[in-house]
C-alpha cells in the first residue's frame, strides 16, 4: 500500500482541473484551484498540494462552499481593494485582485486588499510570491479554524494563523516566508497520530490543559502558539487582521460557520503590498534590492543558515525535470473523482474526525 | 546603595527635560525625549525609562547623535510619508510625522511613515498606541545593533529587532504589543551578569557557537531568536522593512556606524497605519472594534491568560497616584547631569563595556 505513482506536474494540473470540472466546480474555479494545487505539489509542499482535493471537494459537496461564484472587486479607499469571495476557494478571488493590488502600491506607495467570505485551504506564499515577482514587498495574513489556545490558557480560540511575507530578488526566486502562529501544523500531529508517534514538547495541551506529547490529547485540547506570549501575539495580531480589520470572521466564528465539519474555514484575508521604490528619495529599487542581498550574504556565510523558502525552491527545480510521487491510494481517489464519483475517499482525507476514526 | 527615590511623574519629565536641556539638547528635542522617557517610567517599562538617559547624553557627548537637528519631512508617494531625522533621537522625528501620516492613513486607507537617520534607544509602543488612539491599526519595525544570529548560524547578525502592533478599543487603553525578535532583552542577560545568574536555555550561544547560560559567554556570543526558525524570519522581516525598504541601514551597518560604541543604533525605522473603517464596505469602525473586544473578552474568559499591554496599564494607573521609585544612584547621576556635568556616570550605563568592566 506503500507504493507510488509518478506524475508530471503538467498531469497534476491536468488531472485537478479536470476532476474539479466533474465534481462542479466552474472553468474559472477549477482553473484557479489547479494552479494553487499544482503550485504546491511542484514545491513539495505536500499537505496544500494534491492531498487538499478533498478539502475543496468536500465542501462543495457539503454545501459549504460554492464552486461557481464570481469573486466581485470593489474600491474601498485609494489604497484598499475589496473583493467578496461569496463563499468561493481563495485562489480565484485572489488572481482577480493582484492586478489592482499591484496597481494601487505602485501609484499610492502601499494598498491593501481585503479578501471577505473566501475558503482558504491553501498556503500564502503563492500571493506573496506573486507579488514579490512585481517587485512589491509584502505580507499575508490568514485566520483558521479554532486550534490554538492563547498564552497562559488552557482552550482552543485561535487559527493556527499563517502569516506570510515576500521580499524581491533581482534575477531569483523571491525571499518569501510562510509560517503558523502555532508551534507545529496541525496536519503533523495528524500524521503522528496515525504513525503512533510522539509529539515534540511545547506543540500541545490536553484537554485538561496540562503538557501532552500524546497527538490524540493534543487533538481533543489545544495546540501551542510557537514561541510562548510572543508566538501568542502574533496569533492575535492576525485574527485581527483577517478578521475584525476586514469585518469577516474570527477563527472560532470559522469554526462554528463550518456546519458539515469540512474544515476549510471561511473567512477574511489581508494582504499589505509596498512598493519599495516608493519608500525611498528618488526611488533606486536595484540599489534597495542589492542592499537586501547583502543582507542575504550575510546569513549564507553562517554555516547551518538558510533562507526561507530555499527548499521550496530546491523542490521547483527538481520536480520540473522528475515530476512528483504522490501515493497509489491518494491517485486513485483522484482518478475516481475524475471519473464522476461524487464522493470523497475518507482514507485520503485529513480532517480530525477521519484519523480520530481511523485511530478509533 | 539599594535605597530608592520616589519621584512623581511629573517630577519624572521635568528633571530629563531640564537635564536635556543642560547637556545640549534643543528645547525641541529635550521635550520630546523627556516625553517619552517619562511615558517609559510611567508604565515601569524602567530599561527605557530614566536608565536611558544615559543613552541620550553619551551619544550626544559623543558626537554620534545630533541634540538640535530639526527632521524634515518630505512626501514621497500618496500613501507614503518620509522622515529625516538627521540623526536626532527619533521622539522628535514621530513627533512630526504623526499628524500626516494620520491624515493619509485616514484619507488612503493605508499609509506608511518611513523614518531615517534616527537614533533609535526607546521603545515602540508609544508610537503604534498614538496612532491606535486616533483608531488605526498599526504596525512598527526598527532594527538595532547586531547581537543576534540567525536561526542556524553561530554569529550576531540581526539587532533584537522589535515589532510592534496596536488596535483601538473603545473607550480603553488600546490593545498593543511590542516584542523583540530575540528569546530575551539584551538587557535581562547584561542583569544576570551583574547578579550572577544564569540564562534560561534557548536564549543564546557563546562564541563557539554552542548554546549557553553563561550570561558573559552570551554577550561574547550572540542571542537567539525567540520561536527558533519562526522568530528569525520575523527577525529578518524586521531588518528588511527598516534598512533596504527604506533605504537604511541594517543592524550590522548600524553597528559599524557606531563609531564611539554609545549601544544607540542610527538607522531607520518603518510604520504601518490603516484605518479599519477603510477596510469594510460601509465603514462601521463601532461595530468592527465591538468585534475585535469579542475576541478579547474570549481570551480573558480563560484562566491564566492577560492581553498584551495591560501590565503597562496597570503600571500607568498606579503611578499616576504613587509616583516612581527611582534608585538612589540614577537620581543621584540625574541631578549631576542636571547640574551640568558632561560626563556620564558609568555604574547608570547598561552598555555591554560598563557591565563587562564591573564584571571583570
New interface residues.
Partial sequence: MNDAIRMTIDEVFDTTKELLLVQGFSENHANAIANTVTAAERDECRHHGLFRISFYVNSLLAGHASGTAEPTI?D?????I?IDAKRGFSPLALERGYAPLIERAK??????L?INNALSVSALWPETERLAEEGL?SFAFVSAAPYV???????P?FGTNPMA?S?PRPGKYP?V?D?AASASARGEIQIRLRDGKPLEEGWAIGPDGKPTTDPREALAGAQLP??????S??A??V???A?????DK?S?ESGEDDKAGTGAPCGGE?I?A???A????G??RA???A??E??FS??LE?????L?SDRRYQARERTAEEGVMVPRSLYENLQSLKSGVKKINLQAYEGDHVLAKQSA
Fill in positions: 470593489s474601498l479607499a485609494p489604497g484598499v475589496r501609484s499610492q506607495g502601499v494598498a491593501v481585503a514587498c489556545a492563547p498564552a497562559g490558557g488552557t482552550k480560540l511575507f521580499w525571499l516566508f509560517q510557537f514561541g510562548g506570549v510572543k508566538g501575539s502574533i492575535l495580531m485574527e485581527l487582521l478578521g475584525p480589520l476586514v469585518g474570527l472560532f489581508l499589505i509596498i512598493d519599495p516608493r519608500c525611498v528619495e526611488g533606486d540599489a534597495q534590492l542592499h537586501g547583502l543582507l550575510a546569513i553562517q554555516e547551518g543558515t538558510r526561507p
